[in-house]
């Protein structure tokens, strides 16, 4: 007997060599790997909010801590005024943290803007002008995370967000609200200073910060929760496939 059409020996039900189209039960498999990925993974959770915002008063009082502090720090580059701004990265690291911790749209700019409005409400001796800085800075960082889509948080984008933070803050400090008087090329040297320090005070180190704080499973509820598995490439690392569990709570959430 030949074999025909319907199977080896005639015998059996016909054979199909079109693949079978996924039903609305079978998500596919991009879905699957990676949850995050459908839609409405970017809004905003209750959860979200409140540690954002927990994170965002807590950097507040730091600010003031700092702001009383910065007099006598300040005296360390009286040789050479313009390169103060070295240290000031630590009015900037609210909005990289708050992006790297949240991972969704606005977390720069909310973290940044409520610490300077709960360093102002303390006491600040550069008034209300805080606010506008605030704001400003915490832009500037979130324009970089903005430019990968939010889906990129290796230590290269962390840098470049507290860099690119620097540099809108030292714009604001010298043409929107005009704080120093300098020469072009201090200026130059001042603006720079802050990009610098903004691009190793509030970015790398609070990538390190967020990657030692996963590691300990503080993160468990938020997009930041794999952090410490994630490659640390400078800009190409991909995002570490997450365990079975998190899969479930994602559901969950």
């Not at 911790?101 to 720069?108: D, E, F, H, L, S």
């Not at 620097?166 to 714009?171: A, E, H």
């Not at 200026?187 to 704080?213: E, K």
Request: net charge positive; with cysteine.
């Amino acid at each position: 007997m030949l074999p025909d059409r319907r199977g080896a020996c005639g015998i059996g039900a016909p054979l199909s060599t079109s693949p079978q189209p996924a039903g609305p039960s079978q998500p596919s498999a991009s879905l699957r790997a990676d949850p995050r990925s459908r839609p409405g993974r970017r809004r905003w959770t209750i959860s979200d909010i409140v540690i954002a915002s927990t994170l965002a008063v807590a950097c507040g009082v730091i600010f003031w801590g700092w702001n009383l502090s910065y007099h006598l720090v300040s005296n360390l580059f009286l040789a050479y005024p313009p390169a103060a701004t070295l240290v000031h990265g630590m009015w900037l690291f609210p909005a990289v943290l708050g992006a790297l911790v949240i991972r969704k749209p606005g977390a720069a700019i909310f973290c940044e803007t409520v610490a300077a409005v709960v360093s102002a409400l303390l006491g600040s001796q550069f008034g209300l002008t805080v606010l506008s800085s605030g704001l400003i800075q915490g832009l500037g960082a979130e324009l970089i995370f903005l430019a990968v889509l939010y889906r990129r948080f290796t230590p290269g984008v962390a840098m470049l967000a507290g860099a690119c933070s620097g540099l809108f803050g030292g714009i604001t400090y010298h043409w929107i609200v005009p704080m120093y008087a300098f020469a072009p090329f201090e200026t130059i040297v001042h603006i720079a200073c802050f990009v610098l320090s903004g691009a190793v005070l509030a970015g790398l180190l609070p990538w390190m910060g967020v990657r030692a704080l996963a590691a300990t499973s503080v993160l468990s509820s938020l997009a930041s929760r794999n952090a410490h598995l994630e490659p640390a490439g400078l800009f190409h690392g991909r995002r570490a496939a997450q365990p079975a569990g998190d899969h479930r709570a994602d559901s969950a959430r």
